[in-house]
């Protein structure tokens, strides 16, 4: 496999991350100590690998070395540092997001590799308090009402056989009316905020888009059914 996603860890939050992945047509590699938890998701069609996510013989099985991203997400913070580290090590250029029950972890993370560091605990804290405050605002929040309602962002990414490839972005958006478009990256790297819409998306290049969650997801559908 080439330009996959690893999940390193298969508890609740794992197999979450593994969800949302396959949702978004990604391709992901799950790894986890427990055998039963692998057998489950396998039985499911999942990619699972029974091993220690902290070797680097398991992380070379699951491709570390040809994978776009890793995320580490057990539930043991020293875990979860011990993973950065090997994959880091192996993969340098690897985008590591790695998980922090203990938010005194997150500096050691970061060190560790990782390119970001999530804190669960913190970030209901933040919900919660959103909620309070800005009630309105939060309703519109992605994850902190998860209904199909709530306001998703996702990266739509142009391939040769996109069915948006050398579309104008005014195009799209009569197919999709309540779909907003944040920015554009070209080829280069170059972001562009608030893309005019008649600029033609092209082969490469990748547009953050939002909207509800059934929008987002019918968006989905259309790219996989070309």
């Known amino acids: ?8 860890g298969l508890g609740r939050t794992g197999q979450r991350v593994i969800m949302k992945l396959l949702d978004e047509g990604a391709a992901v590699v799950a790894i986890d100590d427990n055998p039963a ?12 690998m029974h091993g220690d996510a902290t070797s ?14 890793l995320a580490a997400v057990t539930a043991s913070d020293a875990i979860n540092a ?18 922090a029950e ?7 993370l970061q060190r560790a590799g990782a390119m ?6 913190s970030y209901g804290g933040d919900g919660i308090a959103e909620n309070m405050i800005h009630p309105d605002i939060a309703r519109l929040l992605p994850g902190l009402q998860g209904g199909d309602d709530a306001l998703e962002f996702a990266e739509l990414c142009i ?13 799209i958006g009569r197919e999709f009316p309540r779909m907003v478009f944040i ?44």
């Open 1 to 8: 496999m080439h330009d996959h996603h690893i999940v390193c």
């Open 37 to 48: 938890i692998v057998e489950e998701l396998r039985a499911q069609g999942i990619i699972a």
């Open 56 to 69: 680097d013989l398991a992380l070379m099985h699951a491709g570390v070395t040809r994978a776009q991203s």
């Open 82 to 99: 011990l993973i950065c580290l090997s994959a880091h090590a192996l993969s340098p250029d690897l985008t590591i997001i790695a998980r």
């Open 102 to 108: 203990d938010e005194s972890s997150i500096c050691k």
């Open 116 to 121: 970001q560091v999530i804190a669960p605990a």
């Open 159 to 171: 391939t040769e056989h996109s069915p948006f490839c050398d579309r104008a972005i005014s195009e």
């Open 183 to 226: 920015a554009a990256r070209s080829h280069d790297g170059t972001m562009m905020l608030r893309p005019p819409s008649d600029r033609v998306l092209t082969e490469g290049e990748v547009l953050v888009i939002a909207g509800t969650v059934g929008d987002v997801a019918q968006m989905r559908v259309r790219r996989q059914a070309a």
